[in-house]
């Protein structure tokens, strides 16, 4: 008897004082690596974070890119790197912050053969033109630039990066190609670089960003900040340095007003945004 007397008061105390299960936070990326390489990346931030905040926090490599924004539109991860249209996009619609970013800024350059006939990038309708698969940013910057969706270059998607992309406008197979403006100028050499012209130059926008979801508070979002913004603090992103910023070893501090409207980018650009 005394047995299920005891057995019935701790199930009411359980309905009345439920257990508090702290759930792990969700760090995520883009998934432009494979599942391994991402973990090699992301994996090492993930645990220095969980350490500074006393927090778990636990990387999770998106299988592809409809999850990936599925999941980021859902809000199922709390902190998120990638490219400022997206961190825009969470700024908008699902109250993320912006953290720190990588050093320097993102533009791009439309790059055509000096005798292509081609001028300006209203002339590039209904040629073809390569670039990376969208929702890269130099690819939806691009399009932007066409309301018409009858009336826009026809597009010839590329791999293996910004030299794969350039390669291919070399070989003939493309009319023109959009590209990083510091791929251009710094690792095309200046006599090939001779023959190609600049049609069209995007808009400089700031580098990839790291955010946080409002579930992280403000002084925990400071935390991070304070650690990322130095190089102790930002040890465990090396191998991101490696990848995306050379020369970095430490991010720096973002500001809200360096993504107005980039959610744009997006918004009536790429299909389902």
């Known amino acids: 008897m005394m047995k299920q007397i005891i057995t019935i008061v701790f199930s009411a105390l359980f309905f009345i004082y439920p257990v508090i299960v ?10 432009r690596e494979k599942p391994a390489a991402g973990e090699k990346i992301y994996g ?7 350490v500074m905040m006393g927090e778990k926090v636990v990387y999770k490599h998106p299988r592809d890119w409809l999850t990936y924004s599925m999941k980021m539109r859902r809000g199922d991860y709390d902190l998120v790197f990638d490219g400022p249209q997206f961190s825009a996009w969470r700024m908008q619609h699902i109250q993320h912050v912006p953290l720190v970013r990588l050093q320097g800024h993102l ?24 670039g990376l698969a969208s929702p890269n940013l130099a690819t939806i910057s691009m399009l932007r630039e066409f309301k ?8 010839v998607e590329t791999k293996g990066g910004m030299k794969g992309v350039f390669n291919k406008l070399k070989s003939g197979k493309c ?9 251009f100028k710094n690792k095309v050499p200046e006599d090939i670089r001779s023959q190609y012209k600049i049609i069209w130059t995007s808009i400089r926008m700031p580098n990839q960003t790291i955010t946080a979801s409002k579930k992280i508070p403000s002084e925990l979002r400071d935390q991070i900040v304070a650690s990322l913004t130095t190089e102790r603090g930002a040890a465990g992103a090396s191998e991101l340095f490696k990848r995306f910023s050379k020369k970095s070893k430490q991010f720096i501090v973002s500001k809200n007003s360096e993504y107005n409207d980039l959610n744009h980018l997006l918004e009536g650009v790429v299909w389902g945004w």
């Open 175 to 183: 009319s023109a190609a959009v590209m990083r403006d510091g791929f």
């Open 44 to 50: 090492p931030i993930a645990e220095a974070l969980s």
């Open 148 to 155: 018409n969706p009858v009336r826009q270059p026809i597009f």
């Open 22 to 31: 702290k759930a792990e936070l969700i760090f995520s990326a883009p998934p």
């Open 107 to 130: 533009g791009f350059y439309i790059v055509t053969k000096k005798d292509s006939g081609i001028n300006q990038i209203q002339d590039l309708i209904a040629k073809k033109i390569c």
